[in-house]
């Protein structure tokens, strides 16, 4: 009577997990050289950033917090990178920070032409923002499995979760930034003849680029949050310290990590915004 | 003169279902009814209209009457569902993609309420954008660019960023921006709308000051009447997306259309916003300084007159003949019988301003423009005809 009748359950896990093996079998090719690109670009990324000299990196986070804001802005957020190197957690911010900026990099190539798309056809931008809802709103969790179903444990999972988890806020602020440019401003293009292209590269782009950036900044939010959970499937780096400190109970490495994550982050969002800002201000 | 832009039948409805409001528009149902009935929103209903070249052609109305929506179809950024608009002979409505992009660059260009600069560029790079869509040097642009800051008045400013400039001169750079690309017709939809009052007097000022200049057909968009009479060699009255009348602004006076004009010219004080040249006489016998004597003789006493007006070779005006004079000479030349103490007004001068020169001449005053070319000429009778 209070039960919900049997007869009516109907589950969808077994046709997915059917479908995923079948992708598994069948596309095994298509996700090798995904995997095999993913890890070349990281191991390019780290590459990158391992040339660059651990004082390097401070010098640049203190010039970009003075430019951008001032002074103490400056010395607080190098402060806040030098502390990360005290709790010798470096190396791993840096695994971590090559994880999140692989996922921006992925999510700009990626959702900036969708979110254009997504301004440009009606048809698009009906199918797409009810699917950006639903990611938006499906729990961090959830984008784990798939990711090491297709591409088991290690940090290509974690690449594709992170990105995957990113992207849509990035989509959906080009869409924004694209359709409320101001209509005359559309106009004016248009009647000095202005060709489909011209329209988007000189004008809507560069007037939709300060909310295009601030969704890079959120884009990097999410995947600051994300390449966190996403040590649960073999990513290294801060994330998974903190997992490690879970493991084993040890509370202050647990916070240490911990507050190493938070440094990072208002370190990125710090000088995100402020590129933000900057570009606001010239509107 | 010729018709640069003729408008034939041209009917617009906003919105999908455009075949509807044409029918209902058909049976004679004007275009509140049809909104009521329907939602969908008319904003031209089937208006006729030549504008001359080189002509300022004002269009009036109150905001809502389709003034803007009319303006638009003439460089396509708004599709006409029905009727024609052409230019020089050629209907644009039936341009392609190519077509239109072509007009829009060369021929056609715009001015707008809100200015419409790009925020991202530099007061130069904007006024340069309408040739950098065609792809012309940068040398070459910005050559261009910096002759038509330097006709607004905006020297100095071109490194400038329009956040950096106040309305006025913002839409100095808007105006600069579409003389750039030299075309032929100039849009201007409500340009001086948004500006102060003081600041607006000056731009009216300015563009009439400009027209002696360029020679371009333009196209004015206002809600008011003071100032459309004030600027426009012709005006078109609009309400409810059609032409309530059209004529020179002394026209409304005479004989206004209907109640609706009456009222809407009712506070406009006539001798301070009619020009000169909307009353001015266009049709005179002009002669030439290497004129043979006997012609002009000849053609002043066929036009009934005791004297004209010479230009000497470059079209300039030089000074009068009179007839009497030209009988006494045995000359046949005429270069030493030209009288250089002539009258004239400027041709943007306001009939309030002009009441002492007309009535001090014993002439016709010439009226001429910046460049010193005649326009028309101009007697006490015709100011006080036109006044009456």
């Known amino acids: 009577m209070f039960e919900f009748p049997e007869s009516l359950q109907f589950g969808i896990s077994e046709p997915i997990d059917r479908a995923v093996k079948w992708m598994l079998v069948n596309w095994d090719g298509f996700f090798d050289g995904i995997s095999n690109f993913v890890l070349m670009v990281f191991d390019a990324v780290q590459g990158a950033l391992g040339i660059l000299p651990w004082w390097l990196i401070l010098i640049g986070i203190f010039f970009a917090g003075y430019k951008l804001y001032n002074l103490r802005t400056g010395i607080t957020l190098t402060l806040m990178l030098f502390a990360i190197g005290l709790f010798g957690l470096w190396d791993l911010m840096i695994y971590t920070l090559v994880i999140v900026i692989i996922s921006v990099l992925v999510s700009v190539v990626l959702g900036i032409p969708m979110?254009?798309?997504?301004?440009?056809?009606?048809?698009?931008?009906?199918?797409?923002?009810?699917?950006?809802?639903?990611?938006?709103?499906?729990?961090?969790?959830?984008?784990?499995?798939?990711?090491?179903?297709?591409?088991?444990?290690?940090?290509?999972?974690?690449?594709?979760?992170?990105?995957?988890?990113?992207?849509?806020?990035?989509?959906?602020?080009?869409?924004?930034?694209?359709?409320?440019?101001?209509?005359?401003?559309?106009?004016?293009?248009?009647?000095?003849?202005?060709?489909?292209?011209?329209?988007?590269?000189?004008?809507?782009?560069?007037?939709?680029?300060?909310?295009?950036?601030?969704?890079?900044?959120?884009?990097?939010?999410?995947?600051?949050?994300?390449?966190?959970?996403?040590?649960?499937?073999?990513?290294?780096?801060?994330?998974?310290?903190?997992?490690?400190?879970?493991?084993?109970?040890?509370?202050?490495?647990?916070?240490?990590?911990?507050?190493?994550?938070?440094?990072?982050?208002?370190?990125?969002?710090?000088?995100?915004?402020?590129?933000?800002?900057?570009?606001?201000?010239?509107e | 003169m010729a018709n640069k832009i003729e408008i034939k039948d041209l009917t617009l409805v906003f919105g999908k279902k455009k075949e509807i409001a044409l029918e209902m528009l058909d049976q004679g149902k004007t275009i509140q009814e049809i909104r009521e009935e329907t939602g969908i929103a008319i904003g031209v209903n089937n208006i006729n209209l030549d504008i001359e070249e080189g002509e300022l052609f004002v269009i009036v109305g109150l905001s809502g009457s389709g003034k803007s929506s009319l303006i638009r179809c003439l460089n396509m950024l708004n599709k006409p569902t029905k009727g024609k608009v052409l230019i020089d002979g050629e209907n644009i409505c039936e341009y392609d993609k190519k077509q239109l992009i072509e007009i829009r660059r060369k021929k056609i260009s715009m001015v707008f309420q809100h200015f419409g600069l790009l925020n991202h560029r530099s007061v130069l790079k904007n006024v340069e954008y309408g040739l950098e869509v065609q792809?012309?040097?940068?040398?070459?642009?910005?050559?261009?660019?910096?002759?038509?800051?330097?006709?607004?008045?905006?020297?100095?400013?071109?490194?400038?960023?329009?956040?950096?400039?106040?309305?006025?001169?913002?839409?100095?750079?808007?105006?600069?921006?579409?003389?750039?690309?030299?075309?032929?017709?100039?849009?201007?939809?409500?340009?001086?709308?948004?500006?102060?009052?003081?600041?607006?007097?000056?731009?009216?000022?300015?563009?009439?000051?400009?027209?002696?200049?360029?020679?371009?057909?333009?196209?004015?968009?206002?809600?008011?009447?003071?100032?459309?009479?004030?600027?426009?060699?012709?005006?078109?009255?609009?309400?409810?997306?059609?032409?309530?009348?059209?004529?020179?602004?002394?026209?409304?006076?005479?004989?206004?259309a209907n109640e609706y004009v009456e009222r809407f010219i009712e506070d406009v004080d006539k001798s301070r916003i009619l020009r000169v040249k909307t009353v001015m006489r266009k049709n005179m016998y002009l002669a030439k300084v290497s004129d043979n004597r006997e012609t002009v003789i000849k053609n002043i006493e066929s036009n009934d007159r005791g004297y004209c007006y010479v230009n000497d070779e470059n079209n300039k005006l030089l000074g009068f003949v009179e007839l009497e004079k030209l009988k006494d000479s045995e000359d046949d030349n005429i270069s030493k019988l030209v009288d250089k103490n002539y009258e004239e007004i400027n041709r943007n001068a306001f009939l309030s301003e002009i009441w002492t020169k007309l009535d001090e001449s014993a002439y016709d005053v010439a009226v001429t423009d910046k460049s010193n070319r005649i326009r028309g000429i101009i007697s006490y009778a015709d100011a006080v005809a036109a006044l009456s």
């Open chain 1, 115 to 282: 979110g254009i798309l997504m301004a440009k056809f009606e048809i698009i931008k009906k199918i797409s923002l009810p699917l950006l809802d639903a990611m938006q709103t499906m729990p961090s969790f959830v984008y784990l499995l798939p990711a090491v179903m297709f591409f088991g444990f290690g940090k290509v999972p974690a690449v594709i979760a992170t990105t995957t988890y990113a992207i849509p806020p990035l989509i959906r602020l080009t869409y924004l930034g694209i359709s409320s440019v101001d209509t005359e401003i559309i106009e004016a293009g248009k009647s000095f003849g202005s060709t489909a292209k011209q329209m988007l590269l000189k004008i809507e782009l560069p007037q939709a680029l300060s909310t295009i950036m601030t969704g890079v900044n959120q884009t990097t939010m999410m995947a600051m949050a994300m390449v966190v959970i996403s040590s649960m499937i073999g990513a290294e780096g801060i994330g998974g310290q903190v997992l490690i400190a879970i493991r084993r109970l040890e509370v202050g490495s647990g916070f240490q990590a911990g507050l190493a994550i938070v440094f990072l982050a208002i370190v990125l969002d710090r000088v995100l915004q402020g590129v933000a800002n900057k570009l606001k201000e010239t």
């Open chain 2, 135 to 256: 792809g012309i040097k940068e040398a070459e642009r910005k050559e261009k660019a910096l002759k038509s800051i330097e006709l607004v008045g905006l020297s100095g400013w071109e490194n400038y960023f329009p956040r950096q400039l106040s309305g006025g001169m913002k839409q100095r750079v808007g105006l600069a921006r579409a003389l750039t690309n030299d075309a032929e017709i100039l849009l201007m939809d409500e340009p001086f709308s948004a500006l102060d009052p003081l600041i607006r007097k000056d731009m009216q000022a300015d563009l009439l000051g400009m027209t002696d200049y360029i020679d371009k057909t333009i196209i004015f968009i206002t809600h008011d009447m003071n100032e459309a009479f004030r600027l426009g060699d012709r005006a078109a009255l609009m309400k409810d997306g059609k032409i309530v009348q059209v004529g020179k602004p002394a026209e409304f006076f005479e004989n206004p």
